[in-house]
C-alpha cells in the first residue's frame, strides 16, 4: 500500500531533505562537508523536541545538537495554503534528526 509522505523541503545543492511522516519531522543532511545553521524550512506550526539525533555522542557523532532545546515554528506570512510557518534548524554535516511535537 502506497502511503503519502509530506515533503516538506528539498535541496539538492545543499543535500538537505525534510519530510513529516506520523506527526514527525524528519530532517537529513547529506552533503559532505557542509553544516547548516539557522536552516529554515515550512513545516506545522507548533514547538518540537529533539526525538532522534545521529550526531549525538551515544551514536558515534560530534554531539552538536543540545539534546533538550525547544524548537519553535514562528509565522513567515502568507502563501497560497494559507498562514505559513517556518521552523530554523541547525543541521549538522551527515546528520539526520527527528523532531517530535512538544
Avoid: K
Avoid at 502563501?79 to 551527515?94: A, E, F, I, K, V
Amino acid at each position: 500500500q502506497h502511503h503519502h509522505i509530506p515533503l516538506l523541503h528539498e535541496h539538492n545543492d545543499d543535500n538537505i531533505l525534510i519530510f513529516e511522516r506520523g506527526g514527525l519531522l524528519f530532517a537529513f543532511n547529506f552533503h559532505p562537508g557542509n553544516s547548516y545553521r539557522d536552516y529554515q524550512c515550512q513545516c506545522p506550526p507548533g514547538s518540537y523536541r529533539l526525538a532522534l539525533d545521529s550526531d549525538a555522542a551515544a551514536y558515534g557523532g560530534h554531539g552538536r545538537l543540545t539534546p533538550d532545546h525547544l524548537y519553535r515554528t514562528f509565522p513567515a506570512g502568507w502563501d497560497q495554503s494559507g498562514n505559513t510557518h517556518l521552523l530554523s534548524l541547525y543541521l549538522p554535516t551527515r546528520s539526520a534528526i527527528v523532531l517530535s511535537p512538544a
